[in-house]
T-cell receptor, first 114, second 109 residues
């Protein structure tokens, strides 16, 4: 158990809909990262937040947005969903003590868009 | 552009040794990490190299040559439970990790 929690575990929805994925980082970790992993693919970095502020942005679509709240939990919002958005979405957290940091991954949310 | 290259698949026999290579081309470099991911599971951290040389952690070792922009993960005494995907990742300037596409390790009895 990494200490990172994600809800829900599974999500099935229809095209055009909007969903929110939630992540709680490990206790004490200030950074939260979001990743997308499509079937048999690598990890695509979406976005990172550090202590409530956006720190780095990867290949995140404009239909997607995220935020980190004062209690450090984070939400990833996906809107106008398309079939191609079906994937595993991982959240990871780190203490972010410079560049030697380890990222701890949550169990992921499996999103299926029908 | 920024890229990490690693083999898509490697096959080995239980009890043997296997090496998974990773070459990178990034605008900055602050270390090479390795993560393991079992099917349906979350990635878990294995090792990190910031300086040239070999880091050993039990049956797993990781090597880095910054001059060659190259690293590898060495797995010894392979066990069936080592069957998984292995990802290399480079921390670039800024704060994001650049990830390789992953190497699927298949272990045969």
């Amino acid at each position: 158990d990494s200490g990172v929690t994600q809800t829900p575990k599974h999500l099935i929805t229809a095209t055009g809909q909007r969903v929110t994925l939630r992540c709680s980082p490990r206790s004490g970790d200030l950074s939260v990262y979001w990743y997308q992993q499509s079937l048999d693919q690598g990890l695509q970095f979406l976005i990172q937040y550090y202590n409530g502020e956006e720190r780095a942005k990867g290949n995140i679509l404009e239909r997607f947005s995220a935020q980190q709240f004062p209690d450090l939990h984070s939400e990833l919002n996906l809107s106008s969903l398309e079939l191609g958005d079906s994937a595993l979405y991982f959240c990871a957290s780190s203490a972010d003590r410079g560049y030697t940091d380890t990222q701890y991954f949550g169990p992921g949310t499996r999103l299926t868009v029908l | 552009g920024q890229s990490l290259e690693q083999p898509s698949e490697v096959t080995a026999v239980e009890g043997a040794i296997v090496q998974i290579n990773c070459t990178y081309q990034t605008s900055g470099f602050y270390g090479l990490s390795w993560y393991q991911q079992h099917d349906g599971g979350a990635p878990t951290f294995l090792s990190y190299n910031a300086l040239d040389g070999l880091e050993e952690t039990g049956r797993f070792s990781s090597f880095l040559s910054r001059s060659d922009s190259y690293g590898y993960l060495l797995l010894q005494e392979l066990q069936m439970k080592d069957s998984a995907s292995y990802f290399c990742a480079v921390r670039d300037i800024g704060y994001q990790l650049i990830w390789g596409a992953g190497t699927k390790l298949i272990i045969k009895p």
